[in-house]
């Protein structure tokens, strides 16, 4: 019974993490989307013109959050989702081999102890932290029963 409940308790960390991780690049693609969107709207105001001072100020903020975005977007930022995206792979993919073992009633107690050393071993890897915003999305959408997302975990707690 102990594997049970150690199976469970690493399938909801897994389910998290992976969940955090996409749900960071969905809030980054967001960001920048938009940010392009305003940008380009201030830039056509500036454009039509409606007062020569303001359009002025639209143009210029317009311009300075394209060439903000941009300098965002070099370094650390370049790679940002897809680093993002291959840690949320990478739960997954453990997500899926602890919710197997968990229903399959051949796992062993060596199996679940392989499988809990090897998420140990990536949580301490190196990967991005998840921003808090994602994080909250990310739990929202677990704990809403999305039928996106497999909450196993929690229903053997609900019976």
Same mark, same amino acid.
């Given at each position: 019974?102990?594997?049970?409940? *150690?199976?469970?308790?690493? @399938? $909801?960390?897994?389910? =998290?993490? !992976? %969940?955090?991780?996409?749900? #960071?690049?969905?809030?980054?693609?967001?960001?920048?989307?938009?940010?392009?969107?305003?940008?380009?709207?201030?830039?056509?105001?500036?454009?039509?013109?409606?007062?020569?001072?303001?359009?002025?100020?639209?143009?210029?903020?317009?311009?300075?959050?394209?060439?903000?975005? *941009?300098?965002?977007?070099? @370094? $650390?930022?370049?790679? =940002?989702? !897809? %680093?993002?995206?291959?840690? #949320?792979?990478?739960?997954?993919?453990?997500?899926?081999?602890?919710?197997?073992?968990?229903?399959?009633?051949?796992?062993?107690?060596?199996?679940?102890?392989?499988?809990?050393?090897?998420?140990?071993?990536?949580?301490?890897?190196?990967?991005?932290?998840?921003?808090?915003?994602?994080?909250?999305?990310?739990?929202?959408?677990?704990?809403?029963?999305?039928?996106?997302?497999?909450?196993?975990?929690?229903?053997?707690?609900?019976?």
């Amino acid at each position: 019974m102990k594997e049970k409940e *150690l199976l469970r308790k690493l @399938g $909801e960390e897994t389910l =998290y993490s !992976a %969940k955090g991780h996409f749900k #960071a690049c969905d809030l980054r693609r967001q960001l920048i989307t938009y940010t392009i969107w305003i940008c380009a709207v201030l830039n056509v105001v500036g454009i039509i013109g409606i007062h020569p001072v303001a359009d002025k100020w639209f143009s210029a903020v317009g311009l300075f959050g394209t060439i903000a975005l *941009l300098i965002w977007n070099e @370094g $650390e930022g370049k790679n =940002y989702r !897809a %680093k993002h995206k291959e840690a #949320a792979e990478k739960y997954l993919a453990l997500h899926k081999e602890i919710r197997s073992c968990y229903f399959l009633s051949d796992c062993d107690k060596t199996q679940v102890e392989e499988l809990s050393k090897t998420v140990i071993q990536f949580d301490q890897s190196e990967k991005p932290e998840i921003p808090s915003y994602a994080r909250k999305w990310a739990k929202r959408a677990i704990e809403s029963k999305d039928p996106e997302t497999d909450n196993w975990f929690l229903k053997e707690i609900e019976q």
